[in-house]
């Protein structure tokens, strides 16, 4: 009786030690505590980020129509940008930015899939040897020189061909095609890549030629890809700052032709930013338009992401 | 027409269109180094830019371009490396998550300007900080963060699932199996990123002008001293990078030989930029062939 | 087309109290979001024996097994108890990485780190706060010893473990786990990536871990466990059909599920 009894408690003792030891934190819990402490407050940070620049980018670039108390419909439609005068119509801008990103997309994007046909379909070697690099480079170079570059050959170069000053929509067309096509290409390359190769195979079993396959099959399913890419240029192109501003000549005007002195939503930014003060109408105007800018990066995302989506419902079903 | 004709035609086109790409490559890089390698001297790159003109040597706006770079990945590699740990091992597959991928997102597609002109309006207008190194370093940060982040996550998640469950196997806590399993395997793929994201904090500009400023003030670099105002380290100092410089010549300067001077400072940049893609090439393979096979 | 066997009759032992238990499941289930993939599994497993779980591809071995150590967490719910020293280690307050220490396991494919052959060992010690340089290299010597690597590795602790051979890599899994001095080994089909030489210089180590360890192995091939078990289970379907002791089972099957099973004809 006595010695069952001890022999229990001695069980119950260890079994006691046990749950102890089996339930209290140790150099792991902690460590992982640490960590998950660390890695929460690293994307805290990334969100806070994101969270102040919508918040104050917004608030500040409201301001004109609330304290200003600018209407909506004249900023936006209207023609005359003279902000030190209070006229902000900010049309120009706004044309001059779709002008430049529409034209260089519809530029680029042959060159895009011409060269994106090449690497997959036609040289895979070649591109991965030669265009590869070459793409890597284009991407590479920083905006300033590409603006350096579209001022030093691209703005004369115009100047000789149809005279003027040389600055305008078509110089920063042509700067901005260089500057969207490897975005775009590499996009590009990428969804040619995903398409599943018994298509090929089997059109080209069926006695098609590769141009056939490739216009008839590859580039069909591949077009929500395609889409995308050139959304991803766009976007580029829409919020380049720098490089257009050195060739698009800064005239808050209308633009007329393609070949006169124009602005965009960026170059006006840079310029103009520095030399407003703080509160100020002029200065509120300025952060209006990098609202819209805001806006349109905005938007470009989800319409990435409503591409997407499709994409995947047609392939779901 | 025949589809054998079309074909044909089609191919030519597009062999054409190659040949014009590589064409308008060739043509930029040869254009730069021709136009700036002979303008490149060493009391170029070592001498300091006449305030007024902006002719001269471009010495202090390339420290400035690796101080500010320094400073940004001392910033910026941390709290990636955090947050793509994050994404890649204590991110559940919900709705939280998702917002936050988007919000990474969003960042990384905003136009630099509109960053740069974030941290002109939290640095030097609502801190009154100015413009200095530090603004920049951080406006950099802010537009180096979500690239960053997305590398390195997609590195870490690379890794194989059976390296984790090795480590987490042996009781290893989750962080410890991260940092001390994954990360080393992971490391070729981050380093080729953090060091491609150099090149382009290096060659950024346009988050720059109203952050790190546009003006090079003439340091003391025998002061190495950072809380002294004439010290190149001085983070509260303004600080025109090279990228920034380029296009203040081209839009403002008022030298004579202005063209020249940004064809030799495009060169310089350039040149910097080909050494980091260069750099990460080779540095990755390097690490890749470190981790996996002896040494 | 499968054949239905019923899940009423099965033929699971249970241990009288004078056997003592490495661990114990009572009820345990484990569902993959809606897939019900394992079913109340009562199973024992005795101290010091090596215990084979065998069935067909899909049937819930390593569904079990890993809940074991809880290396299911966050991957499928599992529900029921696990027994460990009278714990019941399934609660969510226990301290996993504290149970994997005693609770080790070796994978299928064999998953060195990408580190040489002494830190694949010494790391996790170090992580748990073992510091000393002797005592360090004694364990890399007895656990690789252990694991029958010791003759072929010694002159090169420091090469890198992704150059060994998948069997010598195996075997180093092995004792990194047993340089932990767990109590119980669980092993998912260790063999299953190995030629046939290294496939028995694996058993013959198991044979040997025993007298220390309690082990717990999933394998395919029904030589293996007979050659290597003493208890055995049969799993069909996420339900444990048949547990008895191997001899029994090879010579003398319970059920019809059991013996069309290792009589080949299942299915
Ligand atoms: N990670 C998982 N997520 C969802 N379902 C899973 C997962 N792992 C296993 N399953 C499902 O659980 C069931 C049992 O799988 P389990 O891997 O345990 O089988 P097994 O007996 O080990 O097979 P094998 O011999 O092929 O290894 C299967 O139906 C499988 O599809
Ligand atoms: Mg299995």
């Known amino acids: 009786m006595e010695q069952t009894n001890f022999q229990l408690k001695k069980q119950d ?32 940070v990334i969100i806070l980020v994101v969270a102040s ?45 779709f002008a430049v990103t529409f034209a260089a997309a ?39 020189v590409y603006g350096f570059i579209g001022l030093a050959v691209v703005v004369p170069f115009m100047r000789h061909l149809v005279g003027g000053s040389g600055f305008g929509i078509i110089s920063a067309t042509f700067v901005l095609f260089v500057m969207v096509l490897p975005t775009i290409t590499t996009m590009t390359v990428d969804s040619l890549r995903a398409v599943p190769r018994h298509y090929k195979e089997a059109s080209l079993a069926l006695g098609a030629t590769r141009w056939q396959t490739v216009s008839r099959v590859i580039l069909r399913s591949a077009t ?36 006169s002195p124009a602005s965009t939503l960026t170059s006006q930014l840079t310029t103009g930013i520095g030399d407003t003060i703080d509160g100020t109408l002029p200065n509120n105007a300025l952060w209006s338009l990098a609202l819209i800018l805001l806006l349109m990066s905005l938007f470009f995302n989800a319409l990435v992401r409503f591409i997407a989506k499709r994409g995947q419902l047609k392939n779901g079903r | 027409m025949g589809a054998k004709r079309t074909d044909f035609i089609a191919t030519v086109i597009i062999n054409l269109i190659v040949a014009a790409v590589v064409g308008i490559l060739i043509f930029l890089l040869a254009y730069i180094l021709i136009a700036g390698l002979p303008h490149v001297s060493w009391s170029f790159l070592t001498g300091t830019t006449d305030a007024f003109s902006g002719a001269g040597g471009i ?39 998702s917002l936050i991928r988007s919000a990474i997102e969003v960042l990384s597609s905003l136009p630099s300007v509109v960053v740069g002109l974030f941290g002109f309006l939290l640095f030097v207008v609502k801190f009154k900080i100015g413009f200095s190194v530090i603004s920049g370093a951080i406006a950099l940060t802010f537009f180096n963060l979500p690239l960053l982040t997305r590398n390195i996550e997609e590195s870490l998640s690379a890794v194989p699932r059976n390296q984790r469950e090795a480590g987490l196997s042996l009781g290893l806590s989750k962080w410890k199996t991260e940092i001390g399993i994954i990360l080393p395997v992971a490391l070729p793929g981050i380093v080729t990123g953090i060091v491609l994201s150099a090149g382009r904090v290096f060659g950024e500009a346009a988050a720059l002008i109203y952050t790190a400023g546009q003006s090079a003030p003439v340091t003391n670099f025998a002061d190495w001293n950072p809380m002294d105002a004439a010290s190149p ?63 | 087309m499968l054949k239905q066997y019923s899940f009423e009759k099965t033929a699971v032992q249970t241990f009288a109290g004078n056997v003592s238990l490495a661990m114990r499941t009572e009820n345990l289930q484990v569902f993959y979001g809606a897939n019900h993939a394992m079913h109340d599994a009562d199973l024992g497993f005795p101290k010091n024996q090596i215990t084979a779980l065998i069935g067909a591809s899909g049937s819930g071995k390593s569904t079990y097994l890993r809940s074991l150590n809880r290396m299911n967490d966050g991957i499928a719910t599992v529900t029921g108890k696990i027994w460990y020293h009278d714990v019941d280690i399934n609660e969510p307050n226990v301290n996993i990485y504290e149970i994997r220490r005693h609770i080790g396991m070796v994978f299928q494919r ?92 694996v058993e013959e180590t198991l044979l040997q871990l025993q007298k220390k360890y309690s082990i717990i192995i999933v394998t395919h091939n029904m030589q293996q466990a007979a050659r290597v078990s003493s208890q055995c289970a049969f799993f069909h379907l996420g339900h444990v059909m048949e547990y008895t002791p191997t001899a029994t089972m090879f010579s003398n099957p319970q059920i ?7 009589s080949g004809s299942f299915g």
């Open chain 1, 13 to 44: 003792a260890q079994s006691h030690e046990w749950d102890v030891r089996l339930h209290r934190a140790t150099r792991a819990t902690r460590e992982d505590w640490l960590g998950r402490g660390i890695s929460y407050l690293c994307i805290g």
């Open chain 1, 53 to 97: 620049m919508l918040w104050f980018i917004t608030s500040k670039g409201i301001a004109t129509f609330t304290q200003n108390h600018v209407s909506l419909w004249k900023f936006l439609s209207g023609t005359n940008w003279a902000p030190d005068q209070g006229n902000i119509g900010a049309l120009p801008m706004i044309v001059g930015s």
């Open chain 1, 106 to 144: 519809i530029v680029a994007t042959p060159f895009a899939v011409g060269t994106a046909i090449f690497m997959t379909e036609i040289s895979p070697n070649k591109g991965r040897k030669v265009l590869q690099p070459v793409i890597e480079l284009l991407v590479g170079i920083p905006s300033v």
């Open chain 1, 224 to 259: 929500p890809g395609i889409l995308t890419a050139v959304i991803f240029g766009m976007a580029r192109a829409f919020g380049e700052a720098l490089a257009v501003q050195m060739v698009i000549g800064n005239a808050a005007i209308m633009p007329k032709n393609l070949i």
């Open chain 2, 59 to 97: 010495g202090v706006q390339l420290f400035n371009s690796f101080y500010l770079l320094v400073l940004t990945m001392l910033i910026s590699i941390p709290i990636s490396l955090g947050a793509g740990i994050y994404l890649a091992e204590y991110a559940k597959d919900n709705w939280r998550t």
């Open chain 2, 233 to 295: 380290l001085n983070p509260f100092r303004p600080a025109e990078t090279l990228a920034v410089h380029i296009w203040k010549v081209n839009t403002e300067g008022l030298a004579s030989n202005a063209s020249q001077l940004s064809a030799a400072a495009s060169a310089v940049l350039i040149i910097a930029v080909l050494l980091f893609n260069l750099g990460a090439r080779v540095l990755g393979n390097f690490l890749y062939r470190r981790v996996t096979a002896s040494k």
């Open chain 3, 110 to 201: 064999p998953n060195p780190f990408a580190k040489s052959i002494r830190e694949n060992i010494v790391y996790a010690l170090k992580a748990n706060g073992i510091k000393g340089k002797a005592e360090l290299e004694e364990r890399v010597e007895t656990s690789l010893k252990g694991a029958a690597l010791w003759d072929e590795v010694k002159d090169s602790l420091d090469k890198s473990a992704l150059a060994l051979s998948g069997g010598q890599q195996q075997r180093l899994c092995i004792a990194r786990s047993i340089a932990m001095e767990p109590d119980v080994l669980l092993l998912d089909e260790p063999c299953s990536a190995l030629d046939p030489i290294s496939t028995v210089k």
């Open chain 3, 256 to 262: 019809p599920a059991t013996q069309d099973y290792i």
